[in-house]
């Protein structure tokens, strides 16, 4: 089964920092363009942050200078390293990404979401 899995989030304070992790399954070769998006209660899912596999990088404006999106390709995984957190950035994260197998694309997969909670 062709999944993402996101890991890192919880409850950190205002000021504080957390990592976010992203891995694909193991049937997966490589992936792709990847991103994180997130969404708080009521609102609209939103673009954080993207990272083609070459490395070219985009930032939503609310948190250029505060997050670092980052890629490992051996380990098919996709970082968010998030500092200065905000209570605004509460929200649940979800990473999304272009697997390829072998034999299948498997284009804007979803993970399952972790929750992040920044305490003033």
């Known amino acids: 089964q062709v999944q993402l899995v996101e890991s890192g989030g919880g409850l950190v304070q205002a000021g504080g920092s957390l990592r976010l992790s992203c891995a694909a399954s193991?049937?997966?070769?490589?992936?792709?363009?990847g991103g994180w998006y997130r969404q708080a209660p009521g609102k609209q899912r939103e673009l954080v942050a993207t990272i083609t596999r070459g490395g070219q990088i985009n930032y939503a404006d609310s948190v250029k200078g505060r997050f670092i999106v980052s890629r490992d390709n051996a380990k098919n995984t996709v970082y968010l390293q998030m500092n200065s957190l905000k209570p605004e950035d509460t929200a649940v994260y979800y990473c999304?990404?272009?697997?390829?197998?072998?034999?299948?694309?498997?284009?804007?997969?979803w993970g399952q979401g972790t929750q992040v909670t920044v305490s003033s």
């Open positions: 999304n990404a272009d697997l390829w197998d072998r034999r299948s694309w498997y284009r804007g997969t």
């Open positions: 193991a049937s997966i070769l490589s992936i792709y363009d």
